[in-house]
């Protein structure tokens, strides 16, 4: 089973991650951000990724710090959980459409991380969370995985759909990316051997 917990404590946030990238897509998710709860949620759903967040932070200021740092200690756990990288198929991408918005995410599970986010929000809050903090969670989550990472929303009015749009074709992108692949199991999916 490809698993991981990482324990994460600072000063302004104390988080607990448990992922296993061979799961049924069961989620146990709680940041004290609701929206953002909801998202993980959709993560977790639709990438098959079994997801436990335990995150204390200091909502009392913004929920800057529990965003960030979440989406951190979710990347290190996936890419503990990632080990070597064999035999996954490596690359995923996806279209991810709801209602009239349209997301395109593509990544790569290089080891060079790297965002491209073109994505534009016309509300600055979903809820109690702050709609430029979806691009920095990616940002973050990009950065401790290892994983280079596009997003783009084609069009959309709607700024919930959107936002849902995003996390769901996150989802499905990284379970494409994440399978076995049984034509190369034994393999590093790289001509120079290691990722």
Known sequence: MRTATIA???SETSIDVTVNLDGTGIYDVSTGVGFF????????????????VRT???LHIDAH?????????????FAKALGDKRGIRRYGDALSPMDETLTRVALDISGRPWLVWKVQFTQAQLGTMDTEMFGHFCHSFAQAAGITLHVETLYGTNN??????????????????TEIDPRKADAIPSTKGVL
Do not use: C, N, P, W
Not at 65 to 77: F, L, M, P, Q, S
């Open 8 to 10: 994460r404590t600072t």
């Open 37 to 52: 709860d909801h998202m993980l949620e959709q993560l977790s759903r639709h990438s098959l990724i079994d997801l436990t």
């Open 56 to 58: 204390k932070g200091d």
């Open 65 to 77: 710090h529990t965003v960030e740092d979440t989406g951190i200690a979710i990347g290190e756990a």
């Open 160 to 177: 919930h759909h959107i936002a849902e749009s995003i996390f769901k074709g996150l989802a499905r992108a990284l379970r494409t990316a």
